[in-house]
């Protein structure tokens, strides 16, 4: 049976161009673009018409860096991946890349199982996974050759958390290795976790507990120290790398001179690092609890470089990393040791419209708006053209932007299964008004029409910057 839609009268912005188009849904694909009030597009019939005129009709958002219901610090990340996905979809972000997550002593093939039984007939939108891996141990390298031929064809390993997600060198480089004969990517969390255990210990004796001293002992040398060495290692492997939440300048800095000298290497930034700061860890009565994430919120000066990488492309990508925890019973639990405050910051639903405030703000174009958001991580990540842009054969996940729409962010108001807002009171331009996720209406006209189920696991080709 066909359903077919058509989108009048938006300017339709992909990473490539911009253009006055309709747009002809037909099966949950992208049927046909065609030039406004021309022939071509009057002829366009369907059952349903949406009038975007005044509207941007942008690519549904790909956010390749997302961890619902994950366990960490003794507790769990607390959206689900009904909650979560729902969340997204009304931030205008259709598709998710989550980490499933291998543990210490544990097949890949059990933990991938864990995720894919977490996510099934539960999501919005469409999703696929990345996995953690931290183990490596011949079989697990051989695992990686199986996850990458059935659509996981990236691997995150830890330069931090020591005892938990901990790879050695030698570890990283036998990854990297693997990666480099079988076509996956590592992507690194670059902290060099071994000196920092030492920092916080040096703290916590000293009586420095506070949220604050957080942001102080993860130094931004010490995440510098780490993507160099990763870039490094990864050099020797003959492997293509991906550094994920780069917050340091000091760190873009080695990205630049490593993609400078040619190397396969690329950088993801996240909004918390291009909107908020140490300020931000260092509000009083244990506010700055909701900040903790790693790598940390830095000094409001090295945001700048973080908007030049984007803009040069030495950061290709932007992902939320969103990992929220309530502030009431999960924060909590690093009252009086800010080691113990679980890591990580709520963000899915609100990637999209941070990052269109930064084209007000005059920090990106639109396209390249799009292209961070949207193209750059389904390339990234081989989900490019299904997702990531609007031309005919891709999947119809399609977002109606108002440009013009102010916004207040608050908890009061959000999706997100969290007690609080990151942005709590910031006013932005710009908001979503419908998202579609393959032709289905998910969000029509600021009203929640989708289902949990109706988003669909989506295997992976690999890393389309390298083919
Ligand atoms: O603080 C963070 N980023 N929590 C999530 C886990 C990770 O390292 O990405
Ligand atoms: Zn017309
Ligand atoms: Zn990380
Ligand atoms: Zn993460």
Redesign the pocket.
Known sequence: MSSRTVIRGGLVITAAEEMYADVLIEDGRIAALAASHTPAAEAFTAERTVDATGKYVIPGGVDGHT?ME?P?GGTYASDTFTTGTRAAAWGGTTTIVDFAIQSVGRSLREGLDAWHAKAEGNCAIDYAFHMIVSDVNDETLKEMDLLVEEGVTSFKQ?MAYPGVFYSDDGQLLRAMQRAADNGGLIMM?AENGIAIDVLVEQALARGETDPRYHGEVRKALLEAEATHRAIRLAQVAGAPLYI??VSAREAVAELTRARDEGVNVFGETCPQYLFLSTDNLAEPDFEGAKYV??TPLRPRDHQEALWRGLRSDDLQVVST?H?PFCFTGQKELGRGDFSKIP??MPGVENRMDLLHQAVVDGHLSRRRWIEIACAAPARMFGLYPKKGTIAPGADADVVIYDPHAEQVMSAATHHMNVDYSAYEGRRVTGRVETVLSRGEFVITEREYTGRAGHGVYTPRSTCQYLS
């Open positions: 961890h994950m960490f830890f969390h994920v939440h994430c790693s990393d990992c890591n990580g």
